[in-house]
């Protein structure tokens, strides 16, 4: 079964206005997560990790006021999107392991901005 | 800069044949590989993984082959199943530096196991 929880999977939402996804981890603690971005046909970029208790750690390139995140507790990071614009549009993915063993991966959040 | 690299965007392949997916990288650095396999719409399942110290592992149908010299990296798939029909990422991770998850996606190679 699914070790780590995305939702929603898929949200529209209007220009202007703010979405947050959430990322959950169910059967372990993860002081980490990671968030990532895929367009159409490309890789999936890595755009922040998520830290426990402390700021997350952006990637060169991504505005960290427009991709909040929060990572409140061991079991949930959330990313939320704010003042979103179409060309935000995009899946975001969410990934968490234990110390040792490989990322799992959340099922993505498609982000239509209209 | 992609550092890890899939110049393959898809490979058909027949069922019951071997499929070779491949992945090269530039970064001296990395030290663990892994391969994802994906669905539209979903988020990437691990498949198999492998660490600088091998040349090789197996799990199953899956072998993933590491040359460090060639800086290359390769996933063999024996028997192909139609089930086996994705989107394939190749990642790797630098442990000493940037950490043992924190990793860098390929740019994927579609795989279709025809019947």
């Known amino acids: 079964g699914a070790v780590v929880s995305q939702h929603p999977s898929w949200v529209i939402c209007k220009s202007g206005t703010s979405v947050k996804i959430e990322c959950r981890s169910l059967?372990?603690?993860?002081?980490?997560m990671f968030w990532y971005r895929q367009f159409p046909k490309k890789s999936l970029m890595l755009m922040a990790t998520s830290n426990e208790g402390s700021k997350a750690t952006y990637e060169q390139g991504v505005e960290k006021d427009k991709f909040l995140i929060n990572h409140a507790s061991l079991t949930l990071s959330t990313l939320t999107v704010t003042s979103a614009h179409p060309e935000d549009s995009s899946f975001y993915i969410c990934?968490?392991?234990?110390?040792?063993?490989?990322?799992?991966f959340g099922n993505g959040t498609r982000l239509t901005v209209t | 800069d992609q550092q890890v690299k899939q110049n393959s965007p898809s490979l058909s392949v027949q069922e019951g044949r071997i499929s070779i997916l491949n992945c090269d990288y530039t970064n001296s650095m990395f030290d663990y590989f892994l391969w994802y396999k994906k669905y539209p719409a979903e988020g990437p399942t691990f498949l198999i993984s492998?660490?600088?110290?091998?040349d090789k592992n197996e799990d199953g149908r899956f072998t993933v082959f590491l040359n460090k010299s060639a800086k290359h990296l390769s996933l063999h798939i024996v028997p192909s199943q139609p089930g086996d029909s994705a989107v394939y990422f190749c990642a790797a991770s630098d442990p000493m530096n940037t950490g043992f998850q924190k990793l860098v996606f390929g740019t994927g190679t579609r795989l279709l196991v025809s019947p």
């Open positions: 059967d372990f603690q993860a002081t980490t």
């Open positions: 492998i660490s600088s110290i091998k």
């Open positions: 990934s968490a392991g234990g110390s040792n063993s490989p990322l799992h």
